[in-house]
Nanobody
Framework: QVQLVESGGGLVQPGGSLRLSCVAS????????MGWYRQTPGEQRELVTNITRGGNANYADSVKGRFTISRDNAKNTVHLQMNSLKPEDTAVYYCSVYTNYGQYWGQGTQVTVSS
């Protein structure tokens, strides 16, 4: 079992920045890929970005050049730096990890981009 706790969501104006963090605990030795998903009401949860244990990152086209994922394996944390935020980035953001035993999710943190 892996437990994930997210922090850093909130309300920000268009063009602003937010930094999300996620700390993993439990069977952390089994964690492979860490990432962030987001979901808006009535829509499917979508992958925003993920990063392998070795540091290889993937990004959704909609966030490339604006969002940056980083990972600290020693501290079992993953961060998402979000810059140049747009109203369409408004969503609940979920931290997720893939392990040897399956995929785990955090409870989510709300990000609202609005003036």
């Amino acid at each position: 079992q892996v437990q994930l706790v997210e922090s850093g969501g909130g309300l920000v104006q268009p063009g602003g920045s937010l930094r999300l963090s996620c700390v993993a605990s439990g069977s952390i030795f089994s964690i492979r890929t860490m990432g962030w998903y987001r979901q808006t009401p009535g829509e499917q949860r979508e992958l925003v970005t993920n990063i392998t244990r070795g540091g290889n990152a993937n990004y959704a086209d909609s966030v490339k050049g604006r969002f940056t994922i980083s990972r600290d394996n020693a501290k079992n944390t993953v961060h998402l730096q979000m810059n140049s935020l747009k109203p369409e980035d408004t969503a609940v953001y979920y931290c997720s990890v893939y392990t040897n035993y399956g995929q785990y999710w955090g409870q989510g943190t709300q990000v609202t981009v609005s003036s």
